[in-house]
C-alpha cells in the first residue's frame, strides 16, 4: 500500500531525517508500521528541528514540499493564492500515485486536500479531524467547510472520518476516536496524593490567547491569595511568553516557573509530582495535556469545550470551569474541601485515561487500514 499523507503540519530535516511535531509524529509512526511507501506533502522549513519536534521511524518515506500558507496578513494572502495552483498540482500528483489517501484536519493544506480528494471517489481515505467536532460549535468557516466535506456521503467516497467525542446525527462515515501518548506498559498504580500541603499545578501547551496560559497564573494568583499554597509549572513556548514572564513580575506571583518547550520524559516526571492540570482553552480537539494528566492521576481543571466534558465525565473526572476567574475560583476552593472527593476524582482519571494507550491506539489503526 502506498500511503499519503497531506498536513500542514511544518516539517524539518536533520542529517537526512525528517522531523515534526512531536504528538503528531508518535500517532503517524503508529499508521507507518503497516504501510509499504510513504509520501508525505506538507510545508518545510529549513532550519533544526526542536525539542517538541520528533523523527519519523521510517526509512524511506517520499517528502514533497509545499509552501506554507495563511491568510492572516494582506501580503501573506497575496502570497498564498499565488501558490494555491502549484499547491494544488503537487496534491492532485500525490493523490494520483497514493493507494490510501489520510488528511490532517482542520488547516489550510487539509482543506486544500478535501477539496482534491473528491477527485478520487474509488480511492480508500483516512481523515483525522483534531479539532473541536461539535456541531453546535461557533468556528471559522474554513473549518466548517472542512467538517461539511468530510461528512458529506454523496461527495465524498471511501472515507473514514476520525472525530473526538461522540455527537447525534452524524454520517455514517464518522468515527468516534481518540488519540494516545503512553504504552500499556507505562501505566502506574493509584497513588493517593497529599491534597493538604502545596498543591502542584501544571500547565501543559502552547503559549498563545486560544490555550489561555494567562488565565491559568491569574488562578494560581487568585488562590494564593486566598491563602491556599500552590505553585504552577508551565510547560510550553509561544507569542505570550514574554507577557507572561512580565505579568507574573509586575504582579509578584510567587511560585510560578515558565520552563518552555520540554521533551515528553521531562514533563512526565513533573505530572508524576503534580496534583492538577489546567487548560482553560477556548477550543480543542482532544486534549492531550489532559488525558496525559489523568494517565498519571492528575486532577483535570478545564473549560467545558468540545468533548472536554464527556472526557471529564461532567465532574466526576476532573473540575470543569467556565474561564471566568472569581466563580472558578470558588469553584476550585469548594473541591478542595473534599479531600475524599479529589481521590475519587483522581482515580477516576486515572481509570479512565488509562485505557487509551497507544497499544490500544495501534490495534485501531490496524483494522482501519486492513
Not at 113 to 119: A, E, K, R, T
Not at 319 to 337: G, Q
Amino acid at each position: 500500500m502506498r500511503f499519503l499523507i497531506i498536513s500542514h503540519a511544518i516539517h524539518y530535516k536533520d542529517n537526512n531525517k525528517l522531523f515534526s511535531y512531536a504528538p503528531y509524529v508518535r500517532e503517524m509512526n503508529v499508521w507507518l508500521k503497516y504501510v509499504d511507501k510513504v509520501e508525505i506533502v506538507a510545508p518545510f522549513q529549513n532550519t533544526k528541528p526542536t525539542k517538541i519536534d520528533l523523527e519519523y521511524n521510517y526509512n524511506e518515506i517520499k517528502f514533497s514540499r509545499i509552501p506554507k500558507i495563511d491568510f492572516i496578513t494582506f501580503l501573506h494572502s497575496i502570497v498564498s493564492l499565488l501558490v494555491l495552483p502549484y499547491i494544488l498540482f503537487k496534491l492532485f500528483v500525490a493523490c494520483f500515485r497514493a493507494d490510501h489517501i489520510h488528511l490532517r484536519c482542520p488547516g489550510n493544506i487539509g482543506l486544500l486536500g478535501c477539496v482534491v480528494q473528491l477527485f478520487f471517489p474509488r480511492k480508500t481515505k483516512t481523515a483525522k479531524y483534531a479539532g473541536n467536532w461539535d456541531p453546535k460549535t461557533i468556528q471559522p468557516k474554513s473549518y466548517r467547510f472542512q467538517k461539511w466535506v468530510l461528512s458529506n456521503t454523496f461527495f465524498t467516497k471511501n472515507m473514514n472520518v476520525l472525530v473526538y467525542g461522540n455527537w447525534k446525527n452524524q454520517t455514517k462515515n464518522i468515527k468516534s476516536f481518540f488519540t494516545a501518548s503512553y504504552l500499556d506498559d507505562e501505566k502506574i498504580t493509584f497513588t493517593t496524593k497529599d491534597y493538604s500541603d502545596e498543591l502542584a499545578f501544571i500547565f501543559v501547551g502552547s503559549l498563545v490567547e486560544g490555550k489561555r496560559p494567562l488565565f491559568a497564573i491569574q488562578l494560581i494568583g487568585a488562590l494564593q491569595e486566598k491563602g491556599i499554597s500552590c505553585k504552577l509549572d508551565i510547560f510550553g513556548d509561544g507569542v505570550l511568553k514574554e507577557k507572561l514572564q512580565d505579568y507574573i513580575n509586575e504582579n509578584n506571583v510567587k511560585h510560578i516557573v515558565l520552563h518552555g518547550n520540554q521533551t515528553k520524559e521531562t514533563i512526565k516526571d513533573y505530572l508524576l509530582k503534580s496534583h492538577f492540570s489546567i487548560l482553560a482553552s477556548k477550543s480543542e480537539g482532544w486534549p492531550k495535556a489532559l488525558a496525559e494528566a489523568m494517565f498519571f492521576g492528575v486532577i483535570p481543571i478545564a473549560t467545558k469545550i468540545s468533548c472536554v466534558p464527556y472526557m471529564l465525565d461532567y465532574g466526576k473526572r476532573g473540575i470543569l470551569i467556565e474561564a471566568k476567574l472569581l466563580s472558578d475560583v470558588n469553584t476550585i476552593e469548594m473541591a478542595l474541601k473534599n479531600k475524599k472527593g479529589l481521590i475519587d476524582i483522581a482515580r477516576n482519571a486515572q481509570l479512565w485515561s488509562q485505557q487509551y494507550t497507544l497499544d490500544t491506539f495501534e490495534k485501531e489503526i490496524k483494522t482501519l487500514l486492513h
